[in-house]
């Protein structure tokens, strides 16, 4: 359960986080009519700061479009709305959730009758994946669910009711002990884990799937790329096997949640030799660097609350 904190914005005014409240008959809870946003604000040398901020609330007010969901709201109001979420909090760190979802209405499969309410909460939030797999790397499983192709929902859109999808793949892998599970798409190829985006090292070339591999168009993933690129390293997009993920130097994970999460094991093999890689380790170091020093170069990045 999330860690309970004082107000979530709610369709425009503070309500207590108790008071937070909705029918049981809204749209949304039904059929998963809903999309939503994933948002870190880090601590940093000069005050909380939220990661990419504009382009999180352009991907939400994408994800709304694509479903015929009204935001009543500009972007850049928007964007200050949330600052103002992480301020009347008092935090210095969290994780935020946009969500604007169908509510009391009609209760067929068209709800364009349907009020759109919005909401934002924020809660301290660590490491999706556990501290533990950060220093000795995550244990994934290829999930025998396959990934939404993007010829079934538009997956570039961060929708509700899509992640069911995940739901599955996460609780498979959880059954059979594993930390996450790695998806294919619909091709058998490398598509991403449940909630993150996938990266293979091999030969010092960095290889991510591209966006037809049915991925979500991450941010974090955005920024890894660039900050590679700028560290010197070759980043390539291109569709992977799984027999790649087996053979690779190091595999690791991206995504708002998780961050830059190793992974040093898949369905039993070693990933390399089996310890969190050096591309990885050096990667996730100069990723938080950035954030936490407010590093110049990437300013851009950081909207400050």
């Known amino acids: 359960m999330p860690e309970k904190t004082k107000k979530i914005w709610m369709n425009g005014k503070f309500v207590d986080w108790d008071e937070a409240k909705v029918h049981v008959l809204v749209h949304g809870l039904h059929y998963g009519s809903g999309v939503f ?41 928007f964007m200050e709305i949330i600052k103002e979420t992480v301020r009347v909090n008092e935090l210095e760190e969290c994780y935020i959730r946009p969500l604007a979802f169908k509510g009391l209405g009609g209760m067929s499969l068209d709800p364009s009758s349907n009020p759109t309410e919005v909401i934002v909460a924020v809660w301290p939030w660590g490491a999706y994946l556990g501290e533990e797999a950060f220093e000795k790397g995550a244990t994934c499983t290829i999930s025998s669910w396959v990934r939404i192709s993007n010829a079934m929902l538009p997956m570039e859109a961060k929708a509700s009711g899509q992640y069911l999808n995940s739901i599955l793949a996460s609780m498979e892998a959880h059954r059979r002990g594993f930390t996450e599970a790695i998806m294919l798409d619909s091709r058998g190829l490398v598509s991403e884990g449940t909630g993150e985006n996938i990266f293979v090292v091999a030969n010092e070339v960095i290889y991510t799937p591209p966006l037809e591999a049915s991925i979500l168009h991450g941010v974090t993933r955005d920024s890894v790329i660039e900050i590679a690129e700028n560290l010197g390293f070759n980043v390539v997009e291109k569709n992977l ?24 094991e898949i369905d039993h093999r070693k990933v390399g030799n089996g310890k969190v890689g050096e591309v990885t380790k050096k990667l996730r ?21």
């Open 37 to 77: 946003e994933g948002i870190r604000c880090y601590k940093t040398v000069k005050g909380p700061a939220v990661f990419r901020l504009r382009e999180h609330v352009k991907r939400f007010f994408s994800s709304a479009k694509i479903y015929f969901m009204e935001i009543p709201y500009s972007l850049d109001e």
């Open 241 to 264: 096997t799984r027999s790649e993920l087996f053979t690779a130097d190091e595999v690791f994970f991206t995504g708002t949640a998780a961050e830059i999460t190793p992974i040093v």
């Open 285 to 305: 170091n100069e990723f938080l660097r950035v954030i936490r020093e407010a590093d110049e170069k990437y300013r851009k990045w950081l909207a400050f609350v």
